[in-house]
């Protein structure tokens, strides 16, 4: 992949612009949304141009490839999240690098981040994700589900619940990704009142590059973009 800086800022700043309009619009503060640059096939002098720019947070899908692209990047000062699909023996990879984790929704998952958090004295923030679509390729926690999970998760102390997580189906068709991220946002304000100990689910990841802006307008405070910032044309 190759993209000048010039173009980097580019799109960065229009992604900004974008998160800006849209969160005014909406009566909100863009302060109170976090932009994940997702990293995915983005080589690690791509992410040291881009920290070099001001972004703050980086969001990989991959452990491995985290873990090749971290060697070389572990001087910069940014803040690493996990956001793919969690496999059990590859958790040993991503939590000695990220503080936050967007894809857990099994506890056998929980399980394996609490061990290797203990063994580092570290504390991992995490999503708890949500299959608002109904699809049955996306992972996730039907709707039901969520409270009685996370009422199984209370022992882990190492791991600190803050928000849902979820992915909009893809479809062209608003009306559908909008309820997605609606349903995700009402599930929070539901849990609200069952929040205890290590679980505090205030916060909510969804929105891509495709649908961030009805994310925004459904209360997102996390979105994981990256095509929009990263893929040269």
């Not at 109170?32 to 070099?52: C, D, F, S, W």
Request: net charge positive; aromatic share 8%.
């Amino acid at each position: 992949m190759k993209m000048d800086e010039k173009r980097l800022i580019q799109r960065y700043e229009t992604v900004r612009t974008r998160i800006a309009r849209v969160a005014e619009r909406a009566g909100r503060s863009p302060g109170e949304i976090t932009l994940v640059a997702v990293t995915k096939n983005v080589p690690a002098e791509l992410i040291r141009q881009a920290a070099g720019l001001g972004m703050k947070h980086f969001g990989e899908n991959r452990a491995q490839e985290l873990r090749e692209k971290y060697q070389h990047l572990t001087h910069l000062r940014v803040t690493w999240h996990f956001i793919g699909r969690i496999q059990t023996n590859k958790v040993k990879y991503f939590v000695p690098i990220c503080q936050y984790v967007h894809s857990v929704w099994r506890v056998n998952e929980v399980m394996e981040i609490q061990k290797r958090a203990e063994r580092l004295d570290k504390t991992i923030y995490v999503f708890v994700e949500v299959n608002t679509s109904g699809e049955e390729s996306k992972a996730g926690l039907q709707p039901d589900q969520v409270k009685a999970f996370l009422s199984q998760v209370l022992p882990y102390d190492r791991l600190r619940f803050i928000g849902l997580m979820t992915m909009a189906p893809l479809t062209r068709e608003k009306s559908v990704i909008r309820a997605s991220f609606r349903t995700l946002r009402e599930l929070r304000d539901h849990l609200e009142q069952y929040n205890k100990g290590n679980v505090e689910i205030r916060e909510l990841s969804m929105g891509m590059s495709n649908d961030f802006e009805i994310a925004i307008e459904e209360g997102a405070t996390y979105l994981r973009i990256g095509s929009a910032i990263f893929k040269s044309e």
